[in-house]
Structure formats: C-alpha cells, structure tokens
C-alpha cells in the first residue's frame, strides 16, 4: 500500500502517480523516437526508453508510472507484452497491447490478467472505431477480467480527423458496458472538450489529464476537472511527448482543493491499480 510521504515544493505532500507514459526496448527506441517525431511534429524528451523515463520520474519526484503501449500490427501484440512483463517493477506498470485483429486475444487477456495491470487501445493507429460491434467480445472479456482500458480519445497530433473515439462513442461503450473500467484518455477527447464537457463529465468513466492542461486557459481547465467525478480523474503526461514537470506545476497553479489534487495526483490510480 502506498502512503503519502514526500514533498514536491509546493503545498500538496504525497505521491505522484503517471498513468499515461510510454516507453520501447532501447533496441526500437531511436526508431520509434524518429517515426513519432516526424508523424508528430512534436520532440520527445530523450530517447523514448526505460531509462529515460525512470530518471525522469526520479527528477520530478514521480512515484510511479504506467507504461501504455500500442501495437500497430497484430503480430506486435505478444512480444511487446512479454517485454512488459519483464520491465514491471514497483515503480512501473503496464497497460499491455492488444490490437483488434490479433488472434488470441483471449489468451492474450488471461496472460494480461496475470502479469500486467490494464490494456490500452489506439483506435487512430488500429484502424477501428471504438464502438463497432466487433470490439464488443474484446470488451466483454476485459470487463470479466476486471482491467482497466484506456483509449486514446479525441484527434491525433498527426493532424488526423477520423476520431474513432469520440465522447460520443465512448459514451455509448459506457452504456453497453457499464461494469468496464474506461479511462478516456487527453481528458476524453483530444481538442474535442466540449464534447467532453456536453457527454462526459459526472459519467462513471476516468479521464486523465494527458496532453489536456495547456490547451485551454486555466480557468477553462479547472472548471471541465471540478465538473468531473473526484474520483475519476487521474494525472497523466503522455511522457516523453510531454513535459512532467510542466504538467505538475500546471496542476499546483490551479488552486484546486488539496483533497482533490490528491485524487488526482495519486489516490485515484492507486485504487484503480489495486495497490
């Protein structure tokens, strides 16, 4: 069980939780680092890799953070979990890959289960919308399994209109699913927070704060995270695309009630991570 026992130099006193991070085996890093840069137009922080981001992590006083990966190719899916497996430590967790045409999901979601801490899904790079019906048995079985799944929502930095996971549609996943722990990642919808706000908030569903602080002025910002559910809202950075410290400070200039920061900063997941 985790407690609070550290301070950040500002007013809050506890541990910081990351529940949106990436990072590659080193020996992809660089590749992935140069084909994220240049679909992006956005420099990572470093080479995209373990390393890289326990030292961040020990930089801005971050606890411990949830390593989200994506297979864009179904034969992706096993390895990049076996390698999951290995880095999950108690300062790292995994939302494993899983990819809509993969063969053996459901092993792949027993083996999830047992060695990893929830899946992540990223309809724009996976090609699917996240209420076709044949994502359903997908979500029928991760519900059963009692992990929590996190889709990327809202549009890519890559530019990309589709936005296969639009409030709405995770809206309708909610209704259909309504025991399935969602979190709509980029504040449920990536340049789409109105929709957020109109569909999204108070519903039983988690929304990080990836790539959503600096996008809208602050009083903006506060006002959609005090319209939500104090225990469905979860830190994020989306690191090495995103600056911690930049999003921590963010948070701390927000004079949101100590109580909800720690919801936020760390209560929240670590509930949800059954720490």
Avoid at 32 to 61: D, I, W
């Amino acid at each position: 069980m985790y407690v609070m026992h550290r301070s950040l130099n500002y007013d809050i006193h506890f541990m910081i939780i990351d529940i949106h991070t990436h990072a590659w085996p080193e020996k992809v890093s660089r590749k992935a680092k140069e084909n994220l840069e240049h679909l992006f137009k956005v420099p990572m922080l470093g080479n995209p890799t373990l390393e890289n981001l326990l030292a961040s992590m020990q930089k801005n006083r971050i606890d411990l953070s949830v390593i989200c990966a994506v297979a864009t190719k179904p034969e992706q899916v096993a390895s990049i979990n076996d390698w999951l497996f290995k880095v999950r430590s108690d300062k790292i967790k995994a939302f494993c890959a899983m990819h809509p045409d993969y063969p053996l999901w459901e092993t792949e979601i027993s083996r999830i289960k047992e060695r990893g801490d929830g899946i992540k899904f990223q309809p724009e790079f996976q090609g699917f919308y996240v209420d076709e019906e044949r994502m359903f048995p997908f979500y029928e079985a991760i519900s059963e399994a009692e992990l929590p799944v996190i889709f990327h929502c809202g549009e890519e930095l890559s530019g990309t209109l589709l936005v296969r996971s639009s409030a709405a549609r995770i809206l309708k996943v909610r209704r259909l699913f309504p025991e399935l722990k969602i979190i709509a990642a980029h504040f449920g919808g990536f340049r789409h927070w109105q929709e957020t706000r109109e569909l999204l908030l108070g519903k039983d569903l988690y929304l990080d704060t990836s790539y959503f602080l600096h996008y809208l002025p602050k009083a903006e910002v506060k006002e959609l995270i005090l319209g939500h559910r104090q225990d469905r809202l979860l830190f994020g950075t989306d690191f090495p695309l995103a600056d911690p410290q930049k999003d921590l400070d963010f948070i701390n200039d927000l004079g949101l009630p100590v109580q909800l920061k720690e919801s936020i900063l760390f209560r929240n997941a670590q509930e949800l991570l059954r720490l």
